[in-house]
Nanobody, 116 residues
Framework: QVQLVESGGGLVQPGGSLRLSCAYS????????MGWYRQAPGQQRELVAD???????NYADSVKGRFTISTDIAKNMMYLEMNSLKPEDTANYYC??????????WGQGTRVTVSS
C-alpha cells in the first residue's frame, strides 16, 4: 500500500525559506517518478518539480533557481527546499508518486503561506 505524508509547511515572510518533507512507503523508488505539485486557491494543481530514479530533475520555470528537489532513498524521504519565497508561492503543496504505468498517488498536502 502506497502512502505519502507531507510535512514542513507553514507561514513564512517573503524572501524566507522552508523545507518540505514527504515520507513515502510502499514504493520501489526505481519504478516511480516522485514530485511536488501545488495548488493555490482558485487555481489548478501544477507541477513544481519532479525527479526520476535516474535521477533526472525537472522544475517549473517559476521556481528554477529558488527551489531544490531531492530524495533520500535510505530514509524513504523526498524534500523540497524552497528559498527566496514569494507571495505567489502560497499554496497547498502535494507530494506525488507516479508509477511507470502512470498509476499515481498523492499525499494529503501541506499548506505554505508566504506573507508579511
Amino acid at each position: 500500500q502506497v502512502q505519502l505524508v507531507e510535512s514542513g509547511g507553514g507561514l513564512v515572510q517573503p524572501g524566507g525559506s522552508l523545507r518540505l518533507s514527504c515520507a513515502y512507503s510502499g514504493i520501489i523508488r526505481g519504478l516511480y517518478t516522485m514530485g511536488w505539485y501545488r495548488q493555490a486557491p482558485g487555481q489548478q494543481r501544477e507541477l513544481v518539480a519532479d525527479i526520476t530514479s535516474g535521477p533526472r530533475i525537472n522544475y517549473a520555470d517559476s521556481v528554477k533557481g529558488r527551489f531544490t528537489i531531492s530524495t533520500d532513498i535510505a530514509k524513504n524521504m523526498m524534500y523540497l527546499e524552497m528559498n527566496s519565497l514569494k507571495p505567489e508561492d502560497t499554496a497547498n503543496y502535494y507530494c506525488n508518486a507516479r508509477h511507470f504505468t502512470d498509476k499515481t498517488y498523492w499525499g494529503q498536502g501541506t499548506r505554505v503561506t508566504v506573507s508579511s
